[in-house]
């Protein structure tokens, strides 16, 4: 049974907030331009790039390809870069940086500590991320309540970060099920690691399937306690402003 099958289960009110969905993008476009999409390549990202593309919106969509992506995921974004309407730029980190950090601590140096996960996540994620961002006004991102605890208060519309960058999180009340039925319905292409029990799309290193019953974020640094499993990406504006 592939994902479609299991999770393809959309709420009520699922067309008011398609509708609503639409319409936010269509006003994030033209208030808060310049900006971007960011992709993982997960069902949720895919949807809004179906969305953006539907549209026909002035909205590219980055991925950042960490060097440690699964296969499965590196053939979506070439079939994505093929199909989308909107521009797809791919980020990889300094390859530089990499290879030091590797030689210096090896190739799993994310199990041994969380210092080491987060350093390995600077490297890979957070400077390409900086990149992407530079110049952009607002980003867009495939947050939604329901996925862990961590992202239970996430916004429409983020307040400003300390750079006065504005997080845009369409899908924010979306369950998984409606993911899924707009996937399906609308015959989006999708990560074939959602077929095998895989939730959320990340480093393969740090990405596993889940069993029914876990925790969606559980797929993610299983290794870590829940409240230490984000890369930075998405740190809570609140946690930001504190540091
Ligand atoms: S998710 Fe894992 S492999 Fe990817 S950048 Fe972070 S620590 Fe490194």
């Known amino acids: 049974m592939g994902a479609i099958d299991l999770h393809a289960r959309p709420t009520r009110d699922f067309d008011a907030k398609l509708e609503q969905t639409r319409k936010l993008l269509l006003r994030a476009a033209s208030e808060f331009a ?34 440690a992506l699964h296969a499965e995921t590196l053939r979506l974004l070439e079939r994505t870069q093929a199909t989308s309407r909107a521009p797809v730029e791919v980020y990889r980190p300094v390859q530089e940086a990499v290879v030091q950090f590797v030689q210096r601590e090896g190739n799993e140096a994310m199990y041994r500590s969380i210092d080491l996960r987060k350093a390995c996540c600077a490297i890979r994620k957070l400077e390409p991320l900086s990149r992407a ?30 750079e006065g960058r504005i997080k845009i ?39 596993r399937a889940i069993s029914l019953g876990e925790d969606f974020r559980s797929g993610r640094w299983w290794w870590e306690e829940e409240t230490a499993k984000e890369c930075g990406l998405h740190v809570h504006q609140q946690e930001k402003a504190a540091a």
């Open 34 to 67: 310049p900006l971007k999409q960011a992709s993982s390549l997960g069902a949720e990202d895919v949807v809004i790039t179906h969305l953006v593309n539907g549209l026909e919106l002035d909205i590219p969509v980055f991925v950042l390809e960490t060097g």
């Open 169 to 207: 999180n369409p899908l924010a009340d979306w369950t998984w099920g409606d993911v899924w039925h707009y996937i399906a319905t609308h015959g989006v292409d999708y990560n074939p690691l959602h077929d095998q029990f895989f939730p959320s799309i990340g480093c393969a290193p740090c990405t």
């Open 133 to 162: 961002l530079a110049g952009q006004r607002a980003w867009i991102t495939g947050l939604r309540r329901e996925q862990s605890a961590a992202r239970s208060d996430v916004a429409l519309i983020d307040t400003p970060d300390a």
